[in-house]
T-cell receptor, first 112, second 121 residues
């Protein structure tokens, strides 16, 4: 299965702290993406990192990818209460009909 | 950016009735749409992939006669849960991949609808 597995399943931190979530996958990929889901809502795309990239930044987000270990990490710096959500990694290929396969997600709670 | 509108957000129905969920891409043409199902505190499970004008491809274990998917145009896909039962209660989410400047990365980025929570009594 190509499914990603996030670690930890749940994370609770204080506002201002950094949050790190990890994702491991099993097969070769073209890219890995991170999505965010607020409770009872759809998913919002956060960031995509291609297989030939090792690190990528977007605002307070930092994503790393280690294809040799088939793993990725998402770091949210200076967390805010509004960052409370579930975060999913998704692996995919670039071909048109290939669906994304999502991991189980990490539920992040940021306490004000 | 790309927007996908999904309706209804909430639906409660009696057992045995059918429920239709619509998913519309508002500012782009969705060549492919994906339907996912999500149980509480679980990940998204892919149900089917639909391409405009052709039959949907269902994942193993998903009953195509129970979950009817129609992708009649490049901006609209529908999921109909037929003869719904309490075990069909779930959160259904559509997502779309399109063409055009909003999807210029050429990568596999999906735009998601807000989801539809179905409760079958």
């Amino acid at each position: 299965s190509q499914q990603g597995e996030e670690d930890p399943q749940a994370l609770s931190i204080q506002e201002g702290e950094n949050a790190t979530m990890n994702c491991s996958y099993k097969t070769s990929i073209n890219n890995l993406q991170w999505y965010r889901q607020n409770s009872g809502r759809g998913l919002v795309h956060l960031i995509l990192i291609r297989s030939n990239e090792r690190e990528k930044h977007s605002g307070r987000l930092r994503v790393t990818l280690d294809t040799s270990k088939k793993s990725s990490s998402l770091l949210i710096t200076a967390s805010r209460a509004a960052d409370t959500a579930s975060y999913f990694c998704a692996t995919g290929l670039n071909s048109g009909n290939t669906p994304l396969v999502f991991g189980k997600g990490t539920r992040l709670s940021v306490i004000a | 950016g790309a927007v996908v509108s999904q309706h209804p957000s909430w639906v409660i129905c009696k057992s045995g009735t059918s429920v239709k969920i619509e998913c519309r891409s508002l500012d782009f043409q969705a060549t492919t749409m994906f339907w996912y199902r999500q149980f509480p505190k679980q990940s998204l499970m892919l149900m089917a992939t639909s391409n405009e004008g052709s039959k949907a491809t269902y994942e193993q274990g998903v009953e195509k006669d129970k979950f009817l998917i129609n992708h009649a145009s490049l901006t609209l896909s529908t999921l109909t849960v037929t003869s719904a039962h309490p075990e069909d209660s779930s959160f259904y989410i559509c997502s779309a991949r399109g063409v055009g400047p909003l999807h210029g990365t050429g990568a596999n980025v999906l735009t998601f609808g807000a989801g539809s929570r179905l409760t079958v009594l």
